[in-house]
């Protein structure tokens, strides 16, 4: 793992960052470790590229030709453009945390101009490959309330359009009396999606089956142990999942959601309202969808959501 060398002041700040991050942003754990890694990789290059231990004086008054020689190096190593764009919202993240709560400014790092991407056009699966998921995932638990646990995740996913890491932030209190799922989103904005009464059922069987005693302010869904279960955790059940039924490596758990807000608009379901469900707080990110292949998808769609 890369590593870099600076003075006291530049670890200080960093460290004020990522505590802004976690308590004011409230970015989980893993977006704060990808914000870290990608601001190590930055500053490793900065000892390279200036010649030793570098200063937060000379952090904050970082000349352009410096941005534009560290996405210059991502480039000759074969950097995705997608990481580098990424990388390069990261190292703006810093110099804006700076210029609101240290009145430090660096107009350089928002000159530069970012590597240009094509936008990709989600991933969806078709019905059958959704619906024998939701149908298979509860097999590959050696626990019963395992597997429970992991169908009701997955129906989050998929019937509500939940990312999953909204589905995995939700305490034991968040579970509705009635049949709407009010969910935290990013930058802690809440939304309400409707949840049909057989995703309140499996959620209700898994939680009858879990060993474990749970109070209205413990996570609604926990691992073996008993603590909340951990994205990497059920990625590695996606895995598994694709494996057995033999899907695309493009079926992660966001393709999930992905199929969700896909096969609504297949069916010519609402762009604005589609938005809502998802969260996405810009129409352009809900109208990428639109670019999906809707005929194929019609041709497997029938009429309605299938989970509705």
């Not at 700040?13 to 990789?41: F, P, V």
């Not at 020689?69 to 945390?97: C, E, G, P, Q």
């Not at 589609?274 to 996405?280: A, K, R, V």
């Amino acid at each position: 793992m890369a590593h870099f060398i600076a003075d006291k002041k530049t670890h200080t700040y960093l460290q004020d960052w990522y505590n802004w991050l976690e308590h004011e942003k409230n970015c989980s754990e893993n977006t704060i470790k990808a914000y870290r890694d990608d601001m190590i990789g930055f500053l490793s290059f900065l000892n390279e590229y200036e010649g030793g231990e570098i200063s937060f004086d000379l952090v904050a008054k970082l000349p352009a030709r410096s941005f534009r020689a560290w996405l210059a190096k991502r480039h000759r190593d074969n950097m995705a453009k997608t990481s580098s764009a990424r990388a390069l919202s990261v190292i703006r993240s810093f110099y804006r945390y700076l210029d609101i709560n240290k009145d430090i400014h660096n107009a350089a790092a928002f000159n530069i101009k970012a590597p240009k991407i094509g936008k990709a056009v989600p991933k969806a699966l078709d019905i059958d490959e959704a619906l024998d998921s939701m149908d298979s995932i509860a097999s590959l638990a050696k626990q019963g309330w395992v597997g429970k646990r992991d169908k009701a995740i997955l129906l989050l996913l998929y019937g509500c359009g939940l990312r999953i890491g909204e589905a995995l932030a939700l305490n034991i209190k968040d579970v509705p009396a009635g049949d709407a799922l009010r969910v935290a989103g990013k930058g802690n904005k809440t939304r309400e999606v409707p949840i049909i009464p057989e995703i309140k059922a499996t959620i209700d069987d898994y939680l009858t089956s879990c060993p474990h005693t749970l109070t209205k302010n413990d996570p609604l869904f926990v691992g073996v142990r008993g603590k909340r279960l951990l994205a990497n955790n059920y990625a590695k059940k996606i895995v598994q999942l694709r494996d057995i039924l033999g899907l695309p490596e493009s079926a992660t758990a966001h393709a999930f959601r992905h199929s969700f807000a896909t096969h609504l608009l297949a069916k010519d379901g609402d762009l604005r309202t589609i938005q809502e469900l998802l969260g996405h707080v810009k129409l352009s990110t809900t109208q990428r969808y639109t670019k999906v292949d809707s005929k194929r998808l019609m041709d497997v769609y029938d009429k309605a959501h299938p989970r509705g």
